[in-house]
């Protein structure tokens, strides 16, 4: 029996664009990203709700300049670590895209899995397969047509909504979020209109551009042909044995053509339409369909699995198995170390932070007792979610604080400005300028420190 064969990928060509119809075959990976997607999707939708420490797990706020990552909370005066975190980040999406091309897209990107496994399935589920979807697409207004079109898009509406609402949670809380939903709109107008233009945009994204997102705008895709090489493992077809294509009955054996039928399917299954037996090609988003869909046809026709799979040029053409090259091993070497230095900082980050600047302009002044003193200015930020009583010490006893305002009890992620005059020994001042070291104290627990100099006559 001759496998069928599908002539044309199942699109249809507009002006505009090539509107894709892209079959859905469930193998084995598609079982994997499935599961995935449950994991990812409980995780979005529930992130901004769950709490460590009583922070939320993620969230960035960028109006307020406050980032929550894993419970910890960063501050403006924290930017640097943040930087580093980010620097980290790229190296190991850079070292992922040489080792794997673009495999982040195709199973962890949200445009992805929002588009693959929420939207396509709902739109399955409400206008049919790839064949009745086209059908509809192309057949008369009728009244079945402006229902499932009607129901599909309000669906899409009402699921976009939702995801903006959970996508402007991680941006300024899950609370701030509830209150422009139980509150009055005219309370919180600059909420509401973010929501609208949230909704608007996630809808647009997944019931228009669709792949246009992965192989037009995403500049993470255009960079594939920098990042990747010879030795990247990516979803390939192997030529060698595919080639020449052609069909062939299932109890041919041995034919003299390639594995490759020509049926087709790798490419009707392909979300963003390309034909992966022209070789790697930019808009694979390596989504791993057309391996689902190949295997299949593979065990009909009793060959080996895996015609199109995971390969690099090199294991194809050298048949030899994948490598850990020099370049893998730099970007590892950098990523390590980045990951090292962020997670040393990120230990070593106090509780409180302290910022104390002498007041400007002002020299010492004698006071009674044979003491000097300077004034200054200190910023203190509690970094926990916890109020803290505290006060100023200096590391040296000797030393005095006088208060002009005094510290206090600081709310959980309140921070507070204060003026005070250190007051040294006459006696101890030897330089024109001293390094005085501060800390902030509770009890006898150091919670932050900070260092600043002294001015003073020179004895
Ligand atoms: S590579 Fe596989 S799925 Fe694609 S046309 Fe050939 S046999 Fe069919
Ligand atoms: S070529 Fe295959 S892996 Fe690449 S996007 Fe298309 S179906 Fe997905």
Not at 47 to 70: A, K, Q, S, T
Not at 283 to 305: W, Y
Not at 425 to 437: E, G, Q, V
Request: aromatic share 12%.
């Amino acid at each position: 029996m001759m496998i069928s064969e599908t002539s044309k990928p199942d699109t249809v060509q507009t002006e505009k664009r090539k509107w894709l119809y892209p079959l859905v075959r469930k193998g084995k990976f598609y079982q994997y990203r499935t599961w995935l997607s449950y994991f990812y999707l409980i995780l979005f939708f529930a992130g901004p709700y769950l709490r460590i420490n009583g922070n939320p797990i993620f969230l960035f706020n960028v109006v307020e300049r406050r980032f929550v990552i894993l419970g910890q909370v960063f501050w403006p005066q924290d930017f640097f670590l943040f930087v580093l975190g980010m620097l980290a980040f790229v190296v190991g999406i850079v070292l992922f895209t040489i080792a794997f091309g673009r495999i982040f897209c195709g199973w962890i990107c949200p445009q992805t899995i929002f588009m693959e496994m929420v939207f396509r399935k709902i739109e399955i589920w409400i206008e049919g397969d790839a064949k009745q979807r086209r059908k509809l697409d192309e057949g008369p207004l009728t009244n079945e047509k402006i229902l499932k079109k009607a129901s599909k898009h309000l669906i899409f509406v009402v699921l976009s909504f939702v995801i903006a609402n959970t996508f402007l949670a991680y941006v300024i809380g899950s609370e701030s979020l509830l209150k422009i939903i139980t509150e009055p709109v005219t309370q919180h107008i600059s909420g509401f209109i973010s929501i609208c233009i949230f909704t608007a945009a996630f809808y647009l994204v997944y019931s228009q551009a669709r792949e246009i997102v992965c192989t037009v705008i995403c500049p993470y895709g255009r960079l594939q042909g920098v990042l990747t090489d010879k030795h990247t493992l990516m979803v390939a077809y192997n030529y060698l044995r595919g080639e020449p294509r052609g069909k062939r009955s299932r109890q041919q054996t041995k034919a003299p053509k390639g594995d490759c039928v020509d049926c087709g399917l790798c490419v009707d299954v392909c979300p963003t339409g390309i034909d992966i037996r022209k070789g790697p090609q930019l808009e694979c988003i390596n989504c791993t369909a057309c391996i689902d869909a190949c295997n299949q046809v593979m065990e009909k026709i009793n060959r080996e699995l895996n015609l199109i799979g995971f390969y690099s040029e090199e294991t194809i053409e050298k048949k030899t198995k994948p490598k850990f090259t020099a370049r893998m091993a730099g970007y590892s070497s950098v990523m390590v170390v980045l990951f090292g230095v962020l997670a040393y900082f990120v230990l070593q980050r106090s509780d409180i932070d302290l910022t104390v600047l002498r007041s400007a302009g002002l020299l010492y002044q004698e006071q009674p007792g044979g003491y000097i003193s300077n004034i200054y200015n200190a910023d203190i930020i509690n970094k926990t979610n916890q109020s803290q009583h505290i006060n100023l010490v200096a590391d040296d006893p000797s030393i005095k604080i006088k208060y002009i305002q005094t510290p206090g009890t600081l709310a959980k992620e309140e921070s507070t400005k204060i003026t005070f005059f250190l007051l040294v020994p006459a006696t101890s001042i030897h330089n024109a300028k001293t390094d005085i070291k501060l800390n902030v104290v509770q009890g006898n627990k150091i919670l932050g420190s900070a260092n600043t100099t002294f001015i003073g006559p020179i004895n």
